[in-house]
DNA sequence: ATGGTGGCACCGCCA
């Protein structure tokens, strides 16, 4: 049975849940992973995702800032949160689909909201680089812990906030020394890639050689006619599920959408 | 070379 996933950073979903029905008429998705939905969960729009055809959703919230949510159409299996760097953030939840999802085995989807890490790509001088640093070598030793889990069906979806590749940004000259580009931080996410023997899948659709971006800032005066975008966001599949995924869409046109989210939609169907 | 925008909470912080 076809499986499509969505990653998005939506930044706010209250303010975007209608743009989450316009993603939900245009690509159809099984399954959307949710970040920066910067809404506490007693706040967060039930109704609304029901209405649009998600009636189950697993949340983990916060009041103003970060936040994951995962939007299905099939019922999970369960539902976990996991903190990291003890500072309280909500930046993960993984749900897993089975049987009540009518798939064969069961498959686990990470949803992750990597740290920003701040303006100046120096540890010493900037603590929340230092955090973003930290948080990823969290992430690592703890997926090194549940590795077992992991080979079998998992995801690793989100907004982890570093484009590795050089055709993942606009330029890797200029951007070397940009927070989300640096060669520490591109390491990092090698290893946390390793420690799970995670595949990259939208470069199994889009050949390393060729630019791929899911994120272009705000602050430009026209975001496409300067096209200085960046791939921050990413869809890992677990090496007994990478070679089940047929299809991958990045959906740049929802970064013209009315007041759109600075990062698009990024689906892989998967054959799970 | 600089500053440019956006969301939330609350007039600063984070991205």
């Not at 303010?15 to 989450?20: K, N, S, T």
């Not at 159409?73 to 939840?93: K, L, N, T």
Request: charged content about 25%; hydrophobic content about 40%; overall charge negative.
């Amino acid at each position: 049975m076809p499986l499509s996933i969505v990653t998005w950073n939506i930044n706010s979903v209250r303010l975007r849940i209608e743009l989450v029905a316009k993603l939900a008429a245009e690509l159809n998705p099984d399954v959307i992973c949710l970040q920066e939905t910067k809404c506490p969960d007693d706040r967060f729009p039930l109704k609304e995702a029901g209405r649009i055809g998600y009636p189950h959703v697993a949340i983990h919230g916060q009041k103003g800032y970060h936040g994951v949510a995962v939007l299905s159409r099939f019922p999970f299996d369960e539902v976990s949160r996991q903190g990291f760097c003890d500072v309280g953030d909500a930046r993960h939840i993984a749900v897993t689909l089975g049987g009540a999802a009518g798939l064969k085995a069961p498959l686990t989807i990470h949803n992750f909201y990597v740290p920003a890490g701040g303006d100046i790509p120096d540890t010493a001088l900037n603590p929340k680089f230092k955090h973003k640093l930290d948080f990823l070598d969290e992430a690592t030793a703890w997926e090194r812990l549940h590795r077992g889990e992991i080979e079998r069906r998992s995801v690793l979806v989100g907004d982890l906030n570093i484009a590795p590749l050089e055709t993942d940004v606009w330029s890797h000259k200029q951007l070397l020394d940009v927070v989300s580009h640096t060669p520490v931080e591109v390491d990092r996410l090698g290893r946390l890639q390793a420690a799970g023997d995670w595949v990259d899948v939208m470069r199994r659709f889009i050949p390393p050689e060729e630019k791929l971006y899911t994120w272009w800032s705000y602050r430009a005066a026209d975001w496409a006619a300067s096209d200085r975008g960046r791939r921050l966001d990413h869809v890992w599949a677990s090496p007994a599920l990478a070679p089940t995924a047929r299809a991958m869409t990045v959906l740049r046109e929802a970064r013209s959408w009315e007041r759109p989210s600075d990062h698009v939609p990024v689906m892989v169907t998967f054959d799970a």
